[in-house]
């Protein structure tokens, strides 16, 4: 099943003093973990340019995988998630196409 996943920065949870050790030791790691992730086809996307955000598609076989698999991102206490169920195009297409036909064999014809 695939997952629309959005991530945001929270502010101020880390004091600016802090920021140099936070991304040498919590960001750069995140992003290590999400490249490899994406090498292994388990997710696609990137920043949202000029932001301190981003999104992409992650495929888990279940929710429980999907929440492990965040939860090894170092930052992922950090960042506000939001995560979204995504339905396939081909059971769009199969749910619609039955729907067109019980709805056409339903209507009266002129």
Known sequence: MQYL????????????????DYINHIVIPSYE??????SEKKICGGLLVGQRSGAFVMEASSPEEMGKMLKAIPF?????????PLQSFQSA???????????SGQMPES
């Open 93 to 103: 297409l199969e749910q619609d196409g039955h729907i067109a036909k019980m709805l």
């Open 5 to 20: 996943v959005e991530a945001e920065n929270i502010d101020g949870l880390i004091p600016m003093k802090d920021v140099p």
């Open 76 to 84: 992922w206490g950090m960042v506000k998630w939001k995560v979204t």
């Open 33 to 38: 973990e999400l490249i490899k992730m994406e």
